[in-house]
C-alpha cells in the first residue's frame, strides 16, 4: 500500500463528455503528478503540481487541466473527451518539491473508458 | 528528448531461473532511475530508486544495476517464482520538471510453475 488512493476506479464517458479523476496524497507530500497510460505503453506524463501551482507539463492540450488542494487531495479534469482519452490515469506523490531524489508513490489508477 | 527502451518486451519462464529485464535511456543526464512493477489493471508498485550517484540496489531478490555513462540498467531477478509474473516498468528522473519520469513499455514477464 502506498498510502495514494484514487477515484473512481473506473468510469465510462461519451465523446464530448467532461469527466474529474480524483487523487488523495499522503499527508506531507506537497507534490502530485499525472500520468496517462494508454494499453500497452508505458505511462506518460500530463503535469505536475508543487503546493497548489503547475510546476510543468507534459505534451497534451489545455483540455486536461488539474488542480491540487491544501489538503493533499488533486484533480485532474478532462474537458471534450475524445476516443484517445481511454486509458488508466495514474498519479503519484512524492514527500517534496525537490523530488529528484525522492521516491514516487503512485496511486492504483482511474480506468476511463470513452465510448 | 529523453526515450527509454526495455527488452525484452516479453519473457516467459520456468519457476527458479534466474532473470535480467534491459532498460536503456537516451539521455544519461538523469537525476535517478526507478524500476516499478505493474500488476494487470493496476497502479505501479515502487522496486527499486537508483540515485545517479549510486552504482547498484538490493531488495530481498531483486538487484538494479545503474550505468549512466552508457545508459543502461538492468533488473536482475533470482529464483523466479509464480507471484513475479507482472510487467516491470522502468522510469527515469530527467530533471527538466523536477521528478517528471520517462517511462519505458516495460518487459511483461511470466513465471509458470
Known amino acids: 500500500e502506498t498510502g495514494v488512493t484514487q477515484s473512481p476506479t473506473h468510469l465510462i464517458k461519451t465523446r464530448g463528455q467532461q469527466v474529474t479523476l480524483r487523487c488523495s496524497s499522503q499527508s506531507g507530500h506537497n507534490t502530485v503528478s499525472w500520468y496517462q497510460q494508454a494499453l500497452g505503453q508505458g505511462p506518460q506524463f500530463i503535469f505536475q503540481y508543487y503546493r497548489e501551482e503547475e510546476n510543468g507539463r507534459g505534451n497534451f492540450p489545455p483540455r486536461f487541466s488539474g488542480l491540487q488542494f491544501p489538503n493533499y487531495s488533486s484533480e485532474l479534469n478532462v474537458n471534450a473527451l475524445e476516443l484517445d482519452d481511454s486509458a488508466l490515469y495514474l498519479c503519484?506523490?512524492?514527500?517534496?518539491?525537490?523530488?529528484?531524489?525522492?521516491?514516487?508513490?503512485f496511486g492504483p489508477g482511474t480506468r476511463l473508458t470513452v465510448l | 528528448k529523453q526515450e527509454v527502451t526495455q527488452i525484452p518486451a516479453a519473457l516467459s519462464v520456468p519457476e527458479g531461473e534466474n532473470l535480467v529485464l534491459n532498460c536503456s535511456f537516451t539521455d544519461s543526464a538523469i537525476y535517478n532511475l526507478q524500476w516499478f512493477r505493474q500488476d494487470p489493471g493496476k497502479g505501479l508498485t515502487s522496486l527499486l530508486l537508483?540515485?545517479?550517484?549510486?552504482r547498484e540496489q538490493t531488495s530481498g531478490r531483486l538487484n538494479a544495476s545503474l550505468d549512466k555513462s552508457s545508459g543502461r540498467s538492468t533488473l536482475y531477478i533470482a529464483a523466479s517464482q509464480p507471484g513475479d509474473s507482472a510487467t516491470y516498468l522502468c522510469?527515469?528522473?530527467?530533471?527538466?520538471?523536477?521528478?517528471?519520469?520517462?517511462f519505458g513499455r516495460g518487459t511483461q514477464l511470466t513465471v509458470w510453475p
Open positions: 537508483i540515485q545517479s550517484s549510486q
Open positions: 522510469a527515469v528522473d530527467r530533471g527538466s520538471t523536477l521528478g517528471r519520469l520517462y
Open positions: 503519484a506523490s512524492s514527500p517534496s518539491g525537490s523530488a529528484r531524489f525522492d521516491e514516487q508513490f
